[in-house]
């Protein structure tokens, strides 16, 4: 036993615990390719046994910013790891990519196993939505880093495609028609304004809000964003999609015109998908411009395809068919930027 290392804040028998608490939950990720179990210096994957031709590899890193303040006031942790998986999995989603397997990384002040395995069953549990194996990851206690009881997560994911697959908005047109999946709520984004307006406006997380149908603050901010994978993968294979957008911090603004090329915009029609109700009330409660919203937040759309308007009706079949809400919400225009047709 390392005394003296422990007298320093670093407990290396809580590590080795975490260690045997998590290796379930890593198991149950377990798909085509992995090769070793936890425990190596690195994680390993078979890419010649899933039979691309030309495979081309896309990796996304993210984390889930401070939405982790919230995590800590409700003390909940088993699902940001869910987020975690999510930012990043959605990412590489969105250039058509398959991801393939998922690293984690907690950093946190005092290595509490239970609080850890909460994390990291999260991490399985998004790591199964999106059908990628948890193949490795880092638990760092770092006493003096972090305050009592907080962490940090981040994770890593890496997804193939066949090269004549690539989704890179190249095939992009004028009059392709955007179709917008719901989001699950906030999501990830935007959380340093939404825990500013909920300190301003005096509300507590644990009260039942009837802006919110009676739910609880805090659990509604947690709800865990959505994992778009399966299904979108799934329309990829059976439609012509020339563009996805994972819409994210900077809400419609910034995430759709980057599938769009040169000279080219997008109409959105407000009043074509449900915009949830925790969207009205943070607009509420912190007195913010409607359309500063849309620039903000993901106002209900978590992912958004452009495709020509003759697989439209097949793309929502099949996302209604996997039990997500998806819409037609606008349009590709010739002319820059975003214009947002409000109700």
């Known amino acids: 036993m390392a ?14 615990e975490v260690v045997r608490r998590i290796k379930q939950h890593v198991a149950s990720t377990n798909r085509p390719g992995v090769m070793g179990g936890i ?88 790591c199964r939505q999106a059908g990628c194996a948890l193949v490795g990851g880092e638990t760092a206690e770092m006493p ?11 994770g890593f994911t890496t997804g ?9 908005g190249s095939k992009v047109a004028v009059g392709d028609v955007l179709v917008g999946i719901a989001s699950s709520g906030v999501h990830s984004n935007g959380f340093s ?11 507590s997380l644990d009260e039942r809000r009837p802006e919110l149908g009676g739910a609880v603050l805090g659990e509604v901010l947690l709800t865990p964003t959505n994992i778009y994978v399966k299904e979108v993968l799934e329309v990829i294979r059976n439609c012509d999609v020339h563009g996805v957008a994972h819409i994210t911090g900077g809400g419609f603004d910034e995430n759709i015109p980057r599938i769009l090329r040169p000279g080219q915009g997008i109409e959105i029609r407000e009043g074509s998908w449900e915009i949830l109700p925790v969207f009205k009330a943070l607009e509420k409660w912190g007195c913010i411009p409607h359309r500063e919203m849309f620039n903000i937040f993901n106002m209900g759309v ?6 020509d308007a003759s697989e439209v009706e097949t793309a929502v079949a099949i996302l209604s068919k996997a039990g997500r809400k998806a819409s037609v919400i606008g349009s590709v225009t010739g002319t820059e930027g975003v214009n947002i047709i409000m109700q």
């Not at 193939?160 to 890179?168: A, C, P, T, Y």
């Not at 978590?302 to 495709?307: F, N, P, R, S, W």
Request: with cysteine; charged share 20%.
């Open 193 to 203: 304004l939404v825990r500013k307006i909920v300190a301003d406006a005096g509300l």
């Open 3 to 16: 005394v003296n290392y422990e007298k320093a804040g670093v407990n290396l028998e809580a590590g080795y």
């Open 144 to 154: 003096g880093m972090y305050g009592n009881g907080e962490y940090d997560i981040a």
């Open 39 to 126: 425990g190596s210096f690195g994680g390993m994957f078979d890419l010649s046994s899933l039979g691309y031709r030309e495979p081309v590899l896309v990796s996304g890193t993210d984390g889930v910013g401070t939405k982790l303040k919230i995590a800590f006031a409700m003390d909940k942790h088993d699902t940001i790891g869910i987020d975690a998986v999510a930012m990043c999995v959605n990412d590489v989603l969105a250039q058509g990519a398959e991801p393939l397997f998922f690293l984690d990384y907690v950093a946190l002040g005092h290595n509490i196993p239970e609080k850890v395995e909460a994390i990291v069953s999260g991490v399985a549990e998004g």
């Open 160 to 168: 193939v495609v066949e090269k004549s697959r690539l989704i890179d």
């Open 302 to 307: 978590g992912m958004v395809l452009a495709l």
